[in-house]
Nanobody, 125 residues
Framework: QVQLVESGGGLVQAGGSLRLSCAASGRTFSSYAMGWFRQAPGKEREFVVAYVRSGGSTVYADSVKGRFTISSDNAKNTVYLQLNSLRPEDTAVYYC??????????????????WGQGTQVTVSS
């Protein structure tokens, strides 16, 4: 089993920044894909970004491209999501997810096997 723990959420004004962290523990893979998703009240879970450790490829949702950046510290088994130029519509619970993968970049929630508990991001106008 893999455990994922997110942190770093909070309340920020529009235009501000936050950095989310997702720490993985337990059984680890030699290669994996990590994804961030978000879910606003009354809405479906939405893909934000995916990253695959093998090769370091990433794919971003159009709504966050140029504003959000994913990075990783493999020694710490931690993935980060830098959120810049935040907008009120970015308000949601942000979840990280993981699945064993060598090159595939999953963008659908059902493609992931492991999920964190989520961290709330609230952007005020």
């Amino acid at each position: 089993q893999v455990q994922l723990v997110e942190s770093g959420g909070g309340l920020v004004q529009a235009g501000g920044s936050l950095r989310l962290s997702c720490a993985a523990s337990g059984r680890t893979f030699s290669s994996y894909a990590m994804g961030w998703f978000r879910q606003a009240p009354g809405k479906e879970r939405e893909f934000v970004v995916a990253y695959v450790r093998s090769g370091g490829s990433t794919v971003y949702a159009d709504s966050v491209k140029g504003r959000f950046t994913i990075s990783s510290d493999n020694a710490k088994n931690t993935v980060y999501l830098q959120l810049n130029s935040l907008r009120p519509e970015d308000t949601a619970v942000y979840y990280c997810a993981a699945v064993r993968s060598w090159y595939n970049l999953p963008t659908k929630a059902y493609e992931y096997d492991y999920w964190g508990q989520g961290t709330q991001v609230t952007v005020s106008s």
